[in-house]
Nanobody
Framework: QVQLVESGGGLVQPGGSLRLSCAASGFTFSSYVARWYRRSPGKERELVAAITTASRTTYADSVKGRFTISRDNAKNTVYLQMNSLTPEDTAVYYC????????????WGQGTQVTVSS
C-alpha cells in the first residue's frame, strides 16, 4: 500500500523551529522528486520546497534561507527543517510526489498542522 505520512507539526512561537518528516511506504521514495506544499486559510496552495533524486533543492522565495528540505534514502523519508518561523508560516503542510506505482500518479500525505503564534 502506497502511503506518505507526515509528522512533526505543532505549535511554535515566532522565531522557533520545527522539523517535519514525510515517511513513504509501498514504493522507493528516493526514485522520485519530493515536494512540500502548504495551505493557509484563504490562500492558495503554495509549493514550499522540492528535492530531486540527486538531492538538488528549490525553495519558494518566502522560505528561502529559513527552510531546508532533505532526504534520507535509507529511511525512505523526506524532511523539512523550518527555522525562524513567523505567523505567516502557519499552514497545513503536505508532502507530495508524482510516482509510477502500477501507473503514474500524484500522491499526497494527510497533512500536518503548523501553527506559529505567541
Amino acid at each position: 500500500q502506497v502511503q506518505l505520512v507526515e509528522s512533526g507539526g505543532g505549535l511554535v512561537q515566532p522565531g522557533g523551529s520545527l522539523r517535519l518528516s514525510c515517511a513513504a511506504s509501498g514504493f522507493t521514495f528516493s526514485s522520485y522528486v519530493a515536494r512540500w506544499y502548504r495551505r493557509s486559510p484563504g490562500k492558495e496552495r503554495e509549493l514550499v520546497a522540492a528535492i530531486t533524486t540527486a538531492s538538488r533543492t528549490t525553495y519558494a522565495d518566502s522560505v528561502k534561507g529559513r527552510f531546508t528540505i532533505s532526504r534520507d534514502n535509507a529511511k525512505n523519508t523526506v524532511y523539512l527543517q523550518m527555522n525562524s518561523l513567523t505567523p505567516e508560516d502557519t499552514a497545513v503542510y503536505y508532502c507530495n510526489t508524482y510516482a509510477y506505482i502500477s501507473r503514474w500518479g500524484d500522491y499526497w500525505g494527510q497533512g500536518t498542522q503548523v501553527t506559529v503564534s505567541s
